[in-house]
């Protein structure tokens, strides 16, 4: 089994960084994709970023694309989410995800969840 715990989660002003950190056991680690999704209350889970396990390719949604800053250090088993330059509208439970599919960004291609991580971005 895949065991993902986040941590980093808070609360920030408009403007600020905060960076999530993803520690990961059980499989495989330096095999699979790493992505991140959030979750606002009344709306669906949406991609944010992920990395490739081939290459550690990094890629992103278009609304966090130069602002978020994904990054994977397959030695300790970590993927990390620098968030800079935050927004209201950033504010979501944050989860870590594991993907056997390389460049996968549907919730549906990934198959190991962590518990998540709360952002608040006040205004």
């Known amino acids: 089994q895949v065991q993902l715990v986040e941590s980093g989660g808070g609360l920030v002003q408009a403007g600020g960084s905060l960076r999530l950190s993803c520690a990961a056991s059980g499989r495989t680690f330096s095999t699979a994709t790493m992505g991140w999704f959030r979750q606002a209350p009344g709306k669906e889970r949406e991609f944010v970023a992920a990395?490739?396990?081939?290459?550690?390719?990094?890629y992103y949604a278009d609304s966090v694309k130069g602002r978020f800053t994904i990054s994977r250090d397959n030695a300790k088993n970590m993927v990390y989410l620098q968030m800079n330059s935050l927004k209201p509208e950033d504010t979501a439970t944050y989860y870590c995800?594991?993907?056997?599919?390389?460049?996968?960004?549907?919730?549906?291609?990934?198959?190991?969840w962590g518990q998540g991580t709360q952002v608040t971005v006040s205004s």
């Open positions: 990395i490739s396990w081939s290459g550690g390719i990094p």
């Open positions: 995800a594991r993907s056997g599919i390389n460049y996968a960004r549907a919730t549906y291609d990934y198959n190991f």
